[in-house]
């Protein structure tokens, strides 16, 4: 069923190759499959007309945004479901046109069955994103929206959905469009300046329209610092457990994912390669994701293969945000873990220590640990997970530290978008030690065109295309 259902869509979609620029009346189901209720979206110039074939009812009839009980029939006049219908009149839609939205049962058949009739009444089937593209396109949202809408669907920890949720307010469109009437505003008057240089008039001095581009530059530096921030809240923070052969590190990473993901032995040097995952660790404000990586324990080894995975592992914390030493309780050998630190740069306060074993460790090992660490560890049992979670908070915490996210901070998330301020800083710090009044308005006029992925009114359309292309059919 779910493979003629899915072959019903792929000939839907290969018989309309004009893509995200054809106008056709689209629809798809925009509910994941299995649930109790089957959502199907209709939208574009001939919504109404299929939904009143669809429903053998008239439109007259409808009341806009009104759910109404209606029975969802086949050409053959058959009843196919007992549905709800909620039709929204253009403009007053989220696509901008007639749309009508169908609740169905949950059934895999009803619905194979209702885009069947769909399509075959003139609909085709919606690309990934193409409801979103087609709000974009009409002024219902703003391009940085439809990418929030997005990125709220894929959130994975609470910053992300926090600041998708701020973008779709719409705070990074402001800021964004407050950026480009000041560009504007400076290019106009560089070319007032340009064209009355030789006469007797006011115009503003390059210097002056140098001080009001000090501050677009400053906004547009913020926002180029805030992409490892952005970037870290949805990939998670990099962080990597650290320590000598049989401490305890693959069995501590395991606790922390709550799951068997790492080969745990009593032989030395078990692990070999960097195993990476993602773990999500609740802190003060919500979850935070990691990206963590197990290591291979640190000796001198005459093994070739163990050197190379050695290799990695110090590689892997030089790369860290965090470093997680694992020190084996019973016999922590700091002297060794110092001398394989000192290859790493890190900042002492990016470091947890980590004490293994509490579970084996009597009171005397501890504190002959602890003097000679000169702090107190985080001291846990993979065994028994006693104070797993403890360091598990301590962790999110330092993660949260970290992003250190003020409400309503614009945060860039996308590569595209901070290539594009990149690109027009260049262009603005060109600006900014010009002499000349034609040079300086001229860079700025590439700004403002370097900007266009973040202000989205200059995208062609076939970028936009692109833009929606991942997101998901029906959003
Ligand atoms: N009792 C007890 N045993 C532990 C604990 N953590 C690890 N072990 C044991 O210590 C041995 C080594 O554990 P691993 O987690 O494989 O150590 P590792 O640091 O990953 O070692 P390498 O991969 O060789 O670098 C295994 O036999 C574990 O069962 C713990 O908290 N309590
Ligand atoms: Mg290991």
Redesign the pocket.
């Known amino acids: 069923m779910q493979q003629e259902w899915q072959a019903a869509s792929k000939t839907a979609r290969a018989s309309d190759t004009a893509g995200y620029l054809s106008t056709k009346t689209i629809a798809a189901l925009c509910s994941p499959s299995g649930g109790a209720i089957c959502i199907l979206r209709i939208s574009g110039s001939e919504a109404f007309s299929i939904s009143e074939k669809l429903t053998a009812s008239q439109r007259e009839e409808w009341q806009e945004r009104k759910a109404q009980r209606l029975w969802v029939v086949g050409r053959d006049q058959k009843r196919i479901d007992d549905a709800v219908m909620l039709p929204y009149f253009g403009p007053r839609s989220f696509t901008g046109e007639d749309s009508v939205e169908f609740f169905l049962h949950g059934s895999p058949m009803v619905a194979q069955k209702v885009l069947e009739e769909t399509f075959s009444l003139g609909a085709r089937m919606a690309l990934p994103g193409e409801f979103s593209f087609r709000a974009v396109k009409n002024g219902k949202l703003t391009l940085s929206q439809a990418e929030a809408i997005k990125e709220l669907v894929q959130a994975e920890n609470d910053f992300a959905l926090e600041l998708s949720l701020e973008k779709l307010s719409g705070t990074q469109h402001k800021l964004v469009e407050g950026l480009k009437n000041e560009l504007i505003q400076l290019v106009t008057l560089g070319e007032v300046g340009i064209d009355f240089s030789d006469q007797d008039i006011d115009v503003v001095s390059l210097p002056a329209l140098k001080q009001r581009l000090a501050g677009v530059i400053k906004i547009l530096l913020n926002l180029q610092g805030s992409f490892d921030r952005g970037k870290k809240i949805s990939d998670g923070i990099p962080v990597s457990i650290f320590?000598l052969?049989?401490?305890?590190?693959?069995?501590f990473f395991n606790a922390l994912l709550g799951e068997d993901r790492s080969i745990?032995?009593?032989i030395?040097?078990?692990?070999r390669d960097v195993v990476r995952e993602r773990l999500n660790l609740k802190g003060a404000r919500g979850y935070v994701s990691f990206k963590i990586s197990d290591t291979?324990?640190l000796r001198k080894s005459v093994d070739q293969i163990e050197n190379i995975g050695i290799e990695r592992s110090l590689k892997a914390a030089g790369e860290s945000d965090f470093i997680l030493i694992?020190l084996d309780g019973l016999k922590p050998e700091l002297e060794s873990v110092r001398k394989f630190l000192a290859q790493v740069e890190v900042d002492q306060k990016n470091i947890v220590w980590i004490a293994?074993?509490?579970?084996?460790a009597d009171a005397a090992q501890r504190s002959k640990l602890e003097n000679e660490l000169g702090l107190k560890p985080l001291w846990?049992?993979?065994?028994t997970t006693d104070g797993v979670h403890q360091a598990a908070l301590v962790i999110a915490e330092a993660g949260e530290r970290a992003l250190d996210k003020k409400p309503n901070e614009v945060l860039l998330t996308r590569m595209e978008h901070f290539q594009a301020v990149e690109l027009a800083l260049q262009s603005l710090m060109t600006a900014r030690d010009s002499e000349d009044l034609v040079l300086f308005a001229s860079c700025l006029r590439h700004a403002l065109n370097d900007l266009g992925p973040l202000i989205g009114e200059t995208l062609p359309d076939d970028v936009l295309g692109k833009i929606f292309s991942d997101f998901c059919i029906g959003k």
């Open positions: 320590g052969p049989n401490a305890g590190k693959s069995s745990v032995s009593d030395a040097g078990t692990t291979a324990g694992v293994s074993k509490s579970d084996l846990v049992s993979s065994v």
